[in-house]
Nanobody, 124 residues
Framework: QVQLVESGGGLVQAGGSLSLSCAAS????????MGWFRQAPGKEREFVAGINRSGGTTYYADSVKGRFTISRDNAKNTVYLQMNSLKPEDTAVYSCAARAGIMVRANTREYDYWGQGTQVTVSS
């Protein structure tokens, strides 16, 4: 059983930056592909970014490509999401998720474990 705990959310003005962290415990972190997802009020949860087990391959939603960067430190059992040039439409609850597999997937149903989420609010 893997536990995931996100941190780093908050309120930021448009154009600003935030860095999210997701700390994992209870499993072999390097065995899991990791993803960041977000859910805005009244909307479906959507894929934001993903990273494979080694950290060598990353994937991004088109809406965040060039602005967000996902990374991981397997020695610290942590995955990160650096968010730059934030826009009001990035406002959402951001959650990390772990998938027991090699490949990153964008489908929420492909993930085995989820964190509680952290709120990111971008003001205009």
């Amino acid at each position: 059983q893997v536990q995931l705990v996100e941190s780093g959310g908050g309120l930021v003005q448009a154009g600003g930056s935030l860095s999210l962290s997701c700390a994992a415990s209870g499993g072999t972190f390097s065995s899991y592909a990791m993803g960041w997802f977000r859910q805005a009020p009244g909307k479906e949860r959507e894929f934001v970014a993903g990273i494979n087990r080694s950290g060598g391959t990353t994937y991004y939603a088109d809406s965040v490509k060039g602005r967000f960067t996902i990374s991981r430190d397997n020695a610290k059992n942590t995955v990160y999401l650096q968010m730059n040039s934030l826009k009001p439409e990035d406002t959402a609850v951001y959650s990390c998720a772990a998938r027991a597999g090699i490949m990153v997937r964008a489908n929420t149903r492909e993930y085995d474990y989820w964190g509680q989420g952290t709120q990111v609010t971008v003001s205009s």
